[in-house]
Nanobody, 124 residues
Framework: QVQLVESGGGLVQTGGSLRLSCTAY????????MGWFRQAPGKEREFVAA????????VYVDTVKGRFTISRDCAKKSLYLQMNNLKPEDTAVYYC?????????????????WGQGTQVTVSS
């Protein structure tokens, strides 16, 4: 059974940092893009960041550029999201996504596998 398991979420004050991790079980995703999405209460799930299969290309939503960094460790079958200078508007459930299609990395429909999500709450 294929599973993506996120961890690292929590409660942090404005300006603080968190590092999210996502580990794949059941198979590897070394040949495809992976991404992070988030969903705030009452809102649709939105794209945050994506990384291509060899980690040479990354893309971010404008609102997190310069604050968030996506990375991956294929040997550990893991994906990471380093989040710095967090703001209250970053509060959401963050989801890891895998098996992404290169032309759709910013779309929820572009991925075949999803984690269960981890809550990030930024207090003002």
């Amino acid at each position: 059974q294929v599973q993506l398991v996120e961890s690292g979420g929590g409660l942090v004050q404005t300006g603080g940092s968190l590092r999210l991790s996502c580990t794949a079980y059941g198979r590897t995703f070394g040949n495809s893009a992976m991404g992070w999405f988030r969903q705030a209460p009452g809102k649709e799930r939105e794209f945050v960041a994506a990384i291509n299969w060899n980690a040479r290309s990354t893309v971010y939503v404008d609102t997190v550029k310069g604050r968030f960094t996506i990375s991956r460790d294929c040997a550990k079958k893991s994906l990471y999201l380093q989040m710095n200078n967090l703001k209250p508007e970053d509060t959401a459930v963050y989801y890891c996504a895998a098996e992404g299609r290169s032309s759709l990395v910013a779309a929820t429909t572009g991925y075949d596998y999803w984690g269960q999500g981890t809550q990030v709450t930024v207090s003002s």
